[in-house]
Nanobody
């Protein structure tokens, strides 16, 4: 069982930066893949970035080159560094965890990111 809590959201101007954090509690976080999803009003949920339990990363085309996912297993933390943000990045961002071979069954409560133009 893993519990996730996001932090770091807020209001940022276009072109600025923000770092989201995901604090995980529970056992063996290192054995879980982790991802960041977002949902904007009126839009489908989108997987923004993912980092596997082995450290392999992938990013959605919409954020590639601007966002970077990372994790620190020793601290049970996950991060999303958001640079050169755009108004279309405005959304609620969620951290999720997936056990090897499982689904994205563990979710945080979300943190709001608002980018002003």
């Amino acid at each position: 069982q893993v519990r996730l809590v996001e932090s770091g959201g807020g209001l940022v101007q276009a072109g600025g930066s923000l770092r989201l954090s995901c604090t995980a509690s529970g056992r063996a976080f290192r054995n879980y893949s982790m991802a960041w999803f977002r949902r904007a009003p009126g839009r489908e949920r989108e997987r923004v970035a993912e980092i596997s339990w082995t450290g392999e990363v992938s990013h959605a085309d919409s954020v590639k080159g601007r966002f970077t996912i990372s994790r620190d297993n020793a601290k049970n933390m996950g991060y999303l560094q958001m640079d050169n943000v755009k108004p279309e990045d405005t959304a609620v961002y969620y951290c999720a965890a997936q056990k090897v071979g499982g689904s994205w069954g563990y979710w945080g409560q979300g943190t709001q990111v608002t980018v002003s133009s």
